[in-house]
């Protein structure tokens, strides 16, 4: 089945070390992105790419890096300079050209920050 | 620039009540719309849609919406709640450019009560 796998589904970190998140998609999606989501606040974008080896910022990038290397993969890394990193991530994706603007989510991760 | 506003980030209803959700967007352009359901630790998965032609739109599991563009509008129904319909709602808004970005309103949490 096509879809978008995240993982872990849940990661402890201990503050000051960096940790990676994992999003892979076999739907053939151009567009992939990065989402935060604390309670009360919605999700907020972190950073997203429209095609491989591009990724711009979105509204909460500091702390956060990713890279695309390939179009399947879209991989967040949390480094210790993010000050409140303990939250929800959500990884989606969706076409381009012409689309609707309609995401595919991915189940999750929860990074708690010890 | 796009937002959106959702009235009430805590609704309560009985079980066979109608579900009202309350949706309001701000849009330069010809908005597209959409509603997402998440379950706790899940991903957001969508319920409905507008893009264009008619602006009652059906979805999952018995849910609408209506746009209104008089109103700026997109509320989220259903006439009789159950209760697995407990979860968090969001309301979103695509914008412009080719990958037509979503913005999410803050979410509204349904609790059925039996």
């Known amino acids: 089945d096509g879809g978008i796998t995240q993982s872990p589904k849940y990661l402890f970190r201990k503050e000051g070390q960096n940790v990676t998140l994992s999003c892979e998609q076999n739907l053939n999606h151009d567009a992939m992105y990065w989402y935060r989501q604390d309670p009360g606040q919605g999700l907020r974008l972190i950073y997203y790419s429209q095609i491989v080896n591009d990724f711009q910022k979105g509204d909460i990038a500091e702390g956060y890096s990713v890279s695309r290397e390939k179009k399947e993969s879209f991989p967040l890394t949390v480094t210790s300079a993010q000050k409140n990193p303990t939250a929800f991530y959500l990884c989606a994706s969706s076409t381009t050209g012409g689309s609707t603007g309609e995401l595919f989510f991915g189940e999750g991760s929860r990074l708690t920050v010890l | 620039a796009q937002s959106v506003t959702q009235l009430g980030s805590h609704v309560s209803v009985s079980e066979g009540a109608l579900v009202l959700l309350r949706c309001n967007y701000s849009?330069?352009?010809?908005?597209?719309l959409f509603w997402y359901v998440q379950y706790p630790n899940q991903g957001l998965q969508l319920l409905l849609k507008?893009?264009?032609?008619?602006?009652l739109v059906k979805g999952i599991n018995g849910f609408e919406a209506e746009f209104k563009k008089s109103e700026t509008s997109f509320h989220l129904t259903k006439p009789s709640a159950h209760m697995s319909d407990a979860a968090e709602y969001f309301c979103a808004v695509s914008g412009t450019g080719s990958a037509r970005q979503l913005t999410f309103g803050s979410g509204t949490q349904l609790t059925v009560l039996p």
């Open positions: 507008y893009t264009t032609g008619a602006t």
């Open positions: 849009s330069s352009v010809p908005p597209y």
